[in-house]
DNA sequence: CACGAGACCTGTTCGC
DNA sequence: TGCGAACAGGTCTCGT
């Protein structure tokens, strides 16, 4: 489920709240519980637990696909993987099915990490850093320019899609805007990225702007039964639409597995050529 | 350095 | 209808 536009969604919900849900900022850790003990990275279950107690939600914040909670004297990331979520609601309230970790705030309302596939992870600790490690750039980094981003293309001699997929040259982008944003683009996801020159560079990186930011717009994607809320799954120009229309040139989508991901492109608008591989 | 396979997990959908 | 295979929004580690 959550790529950037996803994990930027829900820390703007646990900001300010939504529909009648009160945002966190401000609200004081009463009790936390741990469901799946391998869901808490760091540090041991027992320490998460005392630690988190009496520390204040001061403010939450989004780098990459890492959702940051920064408390008091410490910091608590959030990282959801395939299926995770991260949901409001009263204390009293029974626990749904998935409820990994839950953490009681002063208010009466807690928050609950939601996880099916038990992929997501939490870190308790001083230092954000030393989770978050050498990511790459924010996409939406404004000293991240063009130049910037054409320089880094050619220092690496990969295919676009597992590059673009790959968070320390890059942060926040996942499988769905990936495959969108090369669409919009009209690049091959197989390109290797040497190849690209400055003016389709240019335009790459508005692309993956201009996709990120239609989905931040639309809340996120939602598809299946896994996340709630985002509607921008009405507007994918070729995510999991194989066999149906490209919505520029009306060809067949296609699919191909690159680095063990599905990947979908046209074929008609992305042209590989044997120069470019 | 770049790539592929396997691991970590559960739930849904597909094909026979 | 039943049942195993394939597939799913992510990332890490290991071998070549």
Redesign the pocket.
């Given at each position: 489920?959550?790529?950037l536009p996803?994990v930027e969604t829900i820390a703007r919900f646990l900001r300010h709240g939504v529909d009648d849900k009160p945002g966190i900022l401000g609200r004081k850790i009463t009790a936390a519980q741990v469901y799946w003990a391998?869901t808490v990275a760091v540090p041991e279950v027992s320490e998460f637990q005392t630690r988190l107690l009496g520390q204040q939600i001061q403010q939450v914040e989004r780098r990459?696909?890492f959702l940051l909670m920064r408390l008091n004297q410490e910091t608590l990331l959030v990282?959801?993987?395939?299926?995770g979520d991260l949901i409001v609601e009263p204390s009293d309230q029974d626990l749904a099915?998935?409820h990994r970790v839950v953490v009681d705030l002063d208010d009466g309302w807690r928050v609950a990490f939601n996880d099916?596939?038990?992929?997501g992870r939490m870190w308790l600790v001083a230092d954000p850093q030393s989770v978050l490690?050498n990511l790459g750039p924010e996409p939406f980094d404004r000293f991240f320019d063009d130049g910037g981003f054409y320089n880094r293309l050619n220092?690496?001699?990969?295919?676009l899609k597992?590059?673009l997929?790959d968070?320390?040259f890059m942060a926040g982008?996942?499988?769905?805007y990936t495959d969108e944003a090369l669409h919009l683009a009209r690049l091959h996801p197989l390109r290797?990225s040497s190849s690209v020159t400055f003016e389709q560079s240019q335009y790459l990186l508005s692309s993956i702007r201009q996709v990120l930011q239609d989905g931040i717009e639309r809340h996120?994607?939602?598809?299946?039964?896994?996340?709630r809320g985002?509607d921008y799954?009405k507007y994918l120009r070729v995510?999991?639409r194989t066999g149906k229309p490209c919505p520029v040139c009306g060809s067949l989508v296609e699919?191909l597995?690159?680095?063990?991901?599905?990947t979908h492109y046209c074929p008609s608008c992305q042209v590989l050529s044997a120069l470019e591989t």
């Open positions: 489920m959550p790529e996803e391998r990459g696909k990282h959801l993987r395939m299926s099915p998935h099916a596939r038990k992929f490690g220092t690496f001699h990969r295919q597992p590059l997929l968070q320390h982008l996942g499988n769905i290797l996120g994607t939602s598809i299946d039964w896994v996340y985002g799954q995510y999991q699919r597995v690159v680095g063990q991901r599905g």
